[in-house]
């Protein structure tokens, strides 16, 4: 409307030769990306009425400079509208798109129980690209007979491919804790799946069958028994602020690639006492960059810092890292925090 009010001031304070229509065209063709179609009509009527009105009060509305700007106007205006309603139709497509990815992302990540067997549970998934829901990073919690295991991990590659061997790690490690007495025997099963389905679908490009992780099981009797395959190291928070990186002695390949190694890796067990923390993440924290390529390294931010709980941790990390990035992060990152609860 202020292009409106500016045109009609323009053109009553100028000499005649002087003429305000591209004012009036781009008051209704600015109004159809932002305002509803009901504001984009009354827009395009008022900059078209107001034309018309001008040149109606001084006497020039049947020139044909006058009428050609009259008629530029009122196309404008019809314009308008059309893209109103292309855009408003694009942003119901795109929320349907949104609604749709988010429903895979709980269906194929859902979100776990704040509270199983005795730990405080928070995860979080932060997608690098705009819009998008879930990329090639994940995580499960899964309650068993031995405790609550734990999986992290990160496939190698991008897209539906990705995707799909996401779907596959998570659903055969859901299936492994539910038959399997050991962390090994579940690393096994994961690896068995990705190259059965490999093997059948052929979906699973080589790059993509290439999957890092970290396989948890926290024992009711406070230990935390891990294998790790070819992934970022836990870390274990204190209730102290004592930081301790949780590095495994025998590393293991990642999954997809065990046959080109020893095994599946051997558990190693670190205690986990009341009220320690232990955090497990995707390289898309420990390799996010600031502008001069410095990268954020966990084991020392954390390092020294006592927190409320695990959402209080995993809402800490997520922020220093976009200030880290700059809003720049090109990697998305999968976060668990799980807290054994402190004996009343």
Sequence with gaps: M????AGVCYDLLTPPANTAGPL????ALVAAPLYSLRGTVLTGAAAVGSVVGIHFAIGRLQQTEEITEAVTVFTAAVL????NVLVRRNVARLASAREIAGAAQRAVLPEPAARIDGLDIAARYEAAQAD????GDLYAVQECAQ???LLVGDVRGKGMGAVAAVAVVV?????AVEHESRPEAVTRRLERALMRERTLRGGLEEAEGFVTAVIAEIARCGVVRIVNRGHPAPLLLLPDG???TLETREPALPLGLGELGDGPGRAEEWDFPPGAMLLLYTDGLSEARDEHGEFYDPAVRLAGRVFAGPGALLATVTAEVAQHTGGRAVDDMALLAVRRRAVP
């Design 80 to 83: 308008s509208v059309l893209i």
């Design 132 to 135: 998008a829901f879930i990329g």
């Design 24 to 27: 009036f065209t781009a008051a």
């Design 171 to 175: 659903g055969a490690f859901r299936e």
């Design 147 to 149: 405790g609550v295991r």
């Design 2 to 5: 202020l292009l409106i009010v």
């Design 242 to 244: 004592t930081l301790r």
